[in-house]
Nanobody
Framework: QVQLVESGGGLVQAGGSLRLSCAAS????????MGWFRQAPGKEREFVAA????????YYADSVKGRFTISRDNAKSTVYLQMNSLKPEDTAVYYC?????????????????????WGQGTQVTVSS
């Protein structure tokens, strides 16, 4: 099983930027698509962004499109989430997750059941 460790969260003012990293252990990282999700207090975990195993297809939630960028470095077994123009509503715990597939079909990247390994999460707080 892949172990995932997120980092890079913190407190930032609205309009600021953060870069989240998710480091994976194990050789299988490069073989699978990866995703970022977030969960705010009292809300369900929601999809943020996803990337296929080669890094040549990316997917975003409408709420972050144009502001967030997902990328991966398979040589470093790391996936990133660059977050710009942050808003208070982006405040949440952010989780990275390993998919069960290399390529997503349809909108399968949005569904938590299509991921089988999760990190512990990193807190992002955006002040107004």
């Amino acid at each position: 099983q892949v172990q995932l460790v997120e980092s890079g969260g913190g407190l930032v003012q609205a309009g600021g930027s953060l870069r989240l990293s998710c480091a994976a252990s194990g050789r299988t990282f490069s073989s699978y698509a990866m995703g970022w999700f977030r969960q705010a207090p009292g809300k369900e975990r929601e999809f943020v962004a996803a990337i296929n195993w080669r890094g040549d297809s990316t997917y975003y939630a409408d709420s972050v499109k144009g502001r967030f960028t997902i990328s991966r470095d398979n040589a470093k077994s790391t996936v990133y989430l660059q977050m710009n123009s942050l808003k208070p509503e982006d405040t949440a715990v952010y989780y990275c997750a390993k998919s069960t597939v290399r390529y997503y079909s349809g909108s399968s990247y949005r569904t938590t059941k299509n991921y089988d390994s999760w990190g512990q999460g990193t807190q992002v707080t955006v002040s107004s």
